[in-house]
């Protein structure tokens, strides 16, 4: 499976993105998916997962009510709406492909990773 993320710039705080991850080669329509960011000097941290039909879905705290994961099969799509962007939020993100079907936080549940799209809120 190869991910390639998409969708990163740079925003103001306050402002929206919404980022994609488009799978090929081998889909992962049946392996649930995750969004994961990794900030400046920090290690990478997870951000949320949802599972393979799309309906499961988990989050860290800190984006609660602001981001929302989902994915769409037939396009073989991830995505991550971001909204309300807080300057915290600048990080890469990077999608990733779970080995199972339910979503999950931990990273080493993911096998294949894409490259990373770059978040930039300014304040």
């Known amino acids: 499976v190869q991910l390639q993320a998409s969708g990163g710039g740079l925003v103001q705080a306050g402002a929206s993105l919404r980022l994609s991850c488009a799978a090929s080669?081998?889909?992962?329509?049946?392996?649930?998916m995750g969004w994961f960011r990794q900030a400046p000097g920090k290690e990478r941290e997870f951000v949320a997962s949802?599972?393979?039909?799309?309906?499961?879905?988990v989050y860290v705290d800190f984006v609660k009510g602001r981001f929302t994961i989902s994915r769409d099969n037939a396009k073989n799509t991830l995505y991550l709406t971001m909204n309300s962007l807080k300057p915290e939020d600048t990080a890469v993100y990077y999608c990733?492909?779970?080995?199972?079907?339910?979503?999950?936080?931990?990273?080493?549940?993911?096998?294949?990773w894409g490259q990373g799209t770059l978040v930039t809120v300014s304040s």
């Open positions: 990733a492909t779970s080995l199972t079907s339910t979503p999950s936080r931990t990273s080493d549940r993911y096998r294949y």
């Open positions: 080669g081998r889909t992962a329509s049946n392996n649930a």
């Open positions: 949802i599972g393979w039909r799309g309906v499961s879905t």
